[in-house]
């Protein structure tokens, strides 16, 4: 249900699950037009993201993601400048990327790939179309963390941190021309 304060009143809301389904992690967009919950199976190897209409009550799927072993419950959102269109994790290809989608549930583009584990976001300019992440990326060692940037579009990939070893802090500079790893 969703209580409306301004009129008294309380709506039923329509989110298709069942007994087997867990909603969970509601929320509300950060330009105020779309309430979300998110939606999963009981064995969690599928998650929805819902978008809820408070006038009818009805749902709406945002985004959905599968995997054959366990899908992570609570990806990462993280909204650009204009508050519709955001940055999503998904695990869909067997490591964790990044991608961009918007709240009507539309997919532009894949922001990082290949057979790297990314292990979060670090930066996102939008003006300079840049965004940096870590993953684990090291030829020698899978577990160690690596520095890398690459296009809001998905565009110039690479790897920044040049020795293979654990980075696990780092600072980049305002303009984005100089790191320092440690």
């Not at 532009?108 to 290949?114: M, R």
């Not at 941190?161 to 654990?166: F, P």
Request: proline fraction near 2%; aromatic fraction near 10%; glycine fraction near 8%.
């Amino acid at each position: 249900k969703v209580y409306d304060l301004a009129g008294k009143t309380s709506s039923d809301i329509d989110a298709g699950a069942d007994y087997e389904h867990y909603l969970y992690d509601v929320r509300v967009s950060p330009d105020g037009s779309t309430m979300m919950v998110n939606r999963t199976d009981r064995l969690q190897q599928d998650l929805e993201v819902l978008g809820i209409d408070l006038e009818t009550g009805a749902c709406r799927v945002i985004v959905a993601e599968h995997q054959d072993t366990w899908q992570t419950n609570k990806p990462g959102m993280r909204y650009l400048a204009d508050q519709r269109r955001f940055i999503w994790t998904t695990d869909k290809s067997g490591y964790t990327h990044y991608e961009i989608r918007d709240l009507d549930g539309n997919f532009y583009n894949a922001i990082t790939s290949g057979e790297i584990q990314t292990t979060g976001l670090q930066m996102v300019d939008e003006a300079a179309n840049l965004v940096s992440f870590t993953a684990n990326s090291s030829s020698e060692n899978a577990y160690y963390n690596q520095y890398h940037m690459v296009g809001l579009d998905g565009a110039g990939q690479r790897r920044v941190t040049t020795l293979e070893l654990h980075h696990s802090n780092y600072n980049l500079s305002p303009d984005s021309k100089w790191l320092i790893a440690q």
